[in-house]
């Protein structure tokens, strides 16, 4: 799995945790949703500053969305 593919599914699974559609986050993060959409189903590569917006919006850690699960961060 790429990183791509690791981002999509980590954001997919943290955005719905927190019970927000795309459109939710996207406004939280100043995105588009249209753009949120192409993150999740790993169309674009998001920047470090966008990876950075969304977990802001999400609470949460940015090496959070592109750690793949099982992998520690030292």
Do not use: F, W
Not at 34 to 55: H, K
Request: aromatic share 2%; charged share 35%.
């Amino acid at each position: 799995m790429d990183l791509k593919e690791i981002l999509a599914v980590n954001l997919r699974q943290a955005r719905n945790r927190r019970h927000l559609t795309q459109e939710e986050l996207a406004e939280r993060s100043g995105l588009s949703a249209r753009y949120i959409g192409a993150i999740e189903r790993a169309d674009v590569s998001a920047s470090v500053t966008v990876i950075g917006r969304i977990a802001k919006a999400l609470g949460m850690e940015p090496e959070a969305l592109v750690r793949k699960k099982g992998d520690r961060v030292d």
